[in-house]
């Protein structure tokens, strides 16, 4: 994405991450007539936290009204509905349920409720366990009770920052990918940003949503010195032929550090277990490992019994931005416009857009005059997609662009065409087509379509062989030719 | 949406998709098979090594020549063939089956049949299913997906190879591999015993002086953006030693870890899986619990040589064409998998024709017998050599043995 060169002066703002915070940041600022730049270190958009994570949006009760993260959950989940609608990215409210698998875990299930209460969410409910099993019959029968917060919903992380992202684009954001800020300086009123590979340019303010690395964007402003630490999680992914899947979110009842391993029925048909909780030393340590998974098992199969390591189709891990208890959202101290927007973990995802709103509100107070956009267009057009459409649609559809009846990927049905579309919105890494169309990801991983993508992204973009790669850096897909 | 009508239509155009057509049509009856790549013959394509052909053409043939001679048979047969098809839909609304086939070349098909093959093969078990954890880097392919990439695209995946599980496309490939001018560094089996054949352990390890880690689970796959190394335990008496796990420097792994029949189509025609074989419940007549709807080929179980396939396809192609013209199943015993035997099929047989079953047995044994009983009563007895998982079992049961079975009888296969 974005080989351009950064002629034509300087940026009004430049956001430092384009996973799910700057996607949200840089969408809200093109609605105003600003010139804005949204860098990432990978090879794609969403390539870090905001790619492995629960993709839930939660329902309110979760935290104490005391957190600004509480106030930005709430406020973000009811942008949702909205942003669906002008996006198209994957979402639906299914609902949450918390389930207590023991009485005195009642205590704290109540807890919750006054909490969710207290944030002014609307429509949670305390439940008896015929009530839980009515909501969510495959919930183990050992149930007592619980919550149930029917707003909370279910949406495709990476879908929801792709078309973030491109509407932001479309609005006249400019993206670059492979651009890792490693030293700025100030030049007069500007901050001069450059990149390991030499590239600069200059931009009035910065917004730091470098999620991991936003302690070593910081540095390098010569902004507050803090430690970003990682906290793992690992997550298995069960096919959609399962029988296990819920119709709600399930939570188990949270302990003092964890909301706990859920069993997600994500909003593309299959189900998702996970993830577990552990500090690590290593930002880039995204390894399962074989004693953790076999805890996810177990604690998914305590609330959904029916869940089988049968149905298992692939494992990953994601790492979660540790800081504080607190979202950490605020203009640096020591430096000029420089907004932090650190340690958003959970549940990040759900507060996004509301962050989009309060970054902007900090920039507006920082100085930044925002006049609005005559022009802009918050709709997506829409895209399709051969899962969602029947066979005459399909019809249709084949009858104006042959390519969508070329079924590449046959586990998650996905045509040539939408390959191609992928593509041509600059996903060009193999895990890039992955999360923007779904091939890949179903029941054979790839067996049988990963040679069929190749040659597709050779052909649209003109690439060599040796330059595919999964996603960027020294992921090359091939080593010689025969 | 284009309108297609035939008496039958087979779903898949490899090895049993076209013998099973071969015999529809010999019988007299229209029959189109739909394939989802451009051209018939499946995985066959990708397998250039010999060992093919010994029964179906009395010769020895690699995957591209068996392919081929079958479509020409197939193609002198009058059967009709439409390429780049993928089926994405039965409905079965009463009298006539209807099949939607998306296409680039000719949109949407809806095909009307009488009945229909099931031939949509296996596809590879992965990393995911066998649950190895570790790191997510580039370089790990199923041994498969390695297959196409060097055999018909060109392509060599990794110059430094490890390749997990000893199935027979694993084994071929670990040759393969090594003919590209790869270094292959080990073949890493769980099991005791290899899991394909001993033909391919002699012809693509040994020869090439391959290590084979018999009884090793692998307890990892680490690396950064490309795959740095795999981490392997011996098993001993049972018990995983971690202590004892060393790591195997690489950049590419190959996962030959089983095949799965492709049966989601199947599943949601509602046809019922075995759980032994995760291919459908078949009766005498190799017809699904679903009316008019029959399976044949590694859709139906996983076979070891294509010549069995193609065997197995024809009958159930011969008796499709049977049923259509109003044959239905007369009275049926049922097979069990004896001591030792892991499944057979089909899992029906009728008394009154010659039947011929393929089994797997669960374990590795020389000097075996293989015994068939009807109600505990033997009445095939035969030495077996030698046996091992790997290497599919058939029998033959002959009219005469069974002509005193009764209602309820039940055959009962074992391995002693």
């Known amino acids: 994405m974005g080989s351009k060169n950064f002629e034509g002066g300087a940026y009004d703002v430049a956001i430092i991450g384009a996973g799910v915070c700057g996607a949200n940041i840089a969408r809200r600022l093109s609605q105003y007539e600003l010139k804005v730049i949204l860098l990432d270190k990978e090879a794609d958009v969403s390539f870090g936290t905001s790619k492995a994570n629960s993709g839930i949006v939660h329902g309110g009760f979760h935290h104490s009204p005391k957190y600004l993260k509480a106030r930005l959950e709430v406020q973000g989940a009811l942008m949702f509905d909205r942003l669906h609608r002008e996006l198209g990215f994957p979402f639906r409210r299914c609902g949450i349920v918390v389930a207590a698998l023991h009485e005195d875990e009642m205590r704290v299930v109540d807890q919750l409720y006054r909490q969710g209460v207290e944030n002014g969410v609307i429509g949670i409910e305390m439940c008896s366990r015929e009530r839980m099993l009515e909501l969510e019959p495959k919930l183990n029968p050992d149930t007592v009770g619980g919550l149930y917060a029917p707003a909370g919903g279910i949406v495709e992380p990476y879908r929801f920052v792709f078309s973030l992202v491109e509407s932001a684009q479309r609005n006249g954001v400019e993206v670059r990918t492979s651009f890792k800020a490693e030293r700025a300086e100030r030049e007069g009123d500007l901050w001069r940003i450059r990149a390991e590979d030499g590239a600069s340019l200059s931009a009035r303010y910065v917004v730091n949503a470098a999620g991991l690395f936003a302690d070593e964007v910081s540095r390098a402003f010569g902004a507050e010195d803090y430690t970003i630490r990682a906290r793992k999680g690992e997550y298995y992914l069960l096919d959609r032929m399962t029988r296990a899947r819920p119709d709600r979110v399930v939570f188990p009842v949270p302990t003092s550090v964890s909301k706990g391993m859920l069993v997600v029925p994500t909003v593309e048909g299959t189900v998702l277990i996970g993830p577990t909780a552990e500090m690590t030393d290593d930002k880039s340590d995204t390894a399962t490992t074989r004693e953790r998974l076999e805890m996810i098992l177990g604690n998914a199969r305590a609330m959904i019994p029916a869940i089988s390591e049968n149905d298992v189709i692939t494992s990953f891990a994601g790492q979660r931005p540790v800081l504080e208890e607190d979202f950490h959202i605020e203009p640096s101290g020591k430096v000029p416009a420089f907004i932090h927007v650190a340690g958003i973990q959970s549940p990040g995802l759900t507060a996004s857009p509301a962050i989009g709103e309060y970054v902007k509100d900090l920039l507006k107070e920082a100085g930044l005059r925002l006049v609005e956009k005559p022009g802009y267009d918050p709709v997506l057009p829409d895209r399709p997609r051969m899962f969602d459409i029947d066979h005459y649609q399909a019809d249709a559809l084949v009858a104006r662009d042959p390519a969508y009846g070329n079924i590449v990927c046959r586990c998650e049905k996905v045509s040539e065409a939408e390959i191609v579309a992928a593509i041509r919105a600059g996903h060009t890494t193999l895990d890039g087509i992955k999360y923007f169309t779904r091939a890949q990801m179903g029941r054979c991983q790839g067996g049988f379509c990963t040679y069929k993508i190749l040659k597709i992204l050779m052909r649209e973009t003109g690439m060599s062989w040796d330059r595919i790669t999964k996603r960027g850096g020294g992921s090359e897909l091939l080593s010689g030719r025969l | ?416």
């Open chain 2, 1 to 416: 949406m284009r309108e297609l009508s035939y008496d039958a239509a087979v779903i898949g155009g490899g090895a049993a998709g076209m013998a099973a057509a071969l015999e529809i049509r010999a019988a007299g009856l229209s029959c189109v098979v739909l394939e989802r790549e451009e051209h018939l013959g499946g995985i066959l394509l990708q397998c250039v090594h010999n060992g093919f052909g010994l029964i179906e053409f009395d010769e020895e043939l690699s995957g591209p020549e068996f392919a081929e001679r079958m479509e020409e048979k197939f193609r002198a047969s009058g059967a009709d063939a439409y390429l780049g098809v993928t089926v994405m839909d039965v409905e079965d609304p009463g009298d006539r089956k209807v099949l939607f086939g998306y296409s680039a070349e000719h949109g949407i098909l809806r095909v009307s049949v009488r009945a229909v093959v099931l031939a949509m093969g296996c596809r590879e078990r992965n990393r995911g299913n066998i649950r190895i954890p570790g790191a997510r880097p580039a370089g790990v392919y199923t041994a498969g997906l390695a297959q196409r990439l060097v055999n018909m695209e060109g392509y060599l995946p990794g110059k430094d190879v490890v390749i997990i599980g000893s199935g027979d496309i694993g084994l071929i490939m670990a040759r393969r591999m090594s003919w590209a001018g790869a270094r292959v560094h080990g073949v890493v089996e769980i099991l005791p015993y290899p899991s394909g054949l001993t033909r391919n352990i002699v012809q693509c390890l040994h020869d090439f002086g391959i290590p084979l880690y018999l009884s090793h689970l692998t307890s990892g796959i680490f690396g950064g953006d490309r795959v740095e190394s795999v981490e392997i335990a011996p098993i001993e008496d049972g018990a995983v030693r971690f202590e004892k796990a060393f790591r195997i420097p690489c950049d590419t792994v190959l996962l030959s870890v089983g095949l799965v029949p492709e049966n989601e189509l199947s599943k949601k025609m509602g046809v019922e899986l075995n759980p032994m074989t995760n291919g459908p419940w078949t009766d005498s007549m190799m017809m699904t619990n679903v009316p008019g709807i029959f399976a044949a080929g590694n859709v139906l179980h996983v076979h070891d040589l294509v010549d069995y396939v193609a065997e197995e396809a024809r009958r159930a192609g011969a008796a499709c064409a049977r049923w259509i013209r109003g044959e239905r199943p007369g009275r049926e015993l049922r097979v069990k998998a004896g001591p030792n035997v892991r499944y057979a099929a089909p899992c029906r047989v009728g008394p009154e024709a010659p039947n011929k079953l393929y089994l797997r047995t669960l374990i590795v044994k020389n000097d075996a017998v293989l015994e068939v009983r009807l109600d505990n009563r033997v009445i095939q007895s035969r030495k077996k050599p030698h046996v091992q998982p790997s290497e599919m079992i058939s029998v033959t049961l002959d009219p005469k043995d069974l002509a005193d079975a009764g209602p309820d009888s039940t055959i009962e296969i074992a391995i002693l």
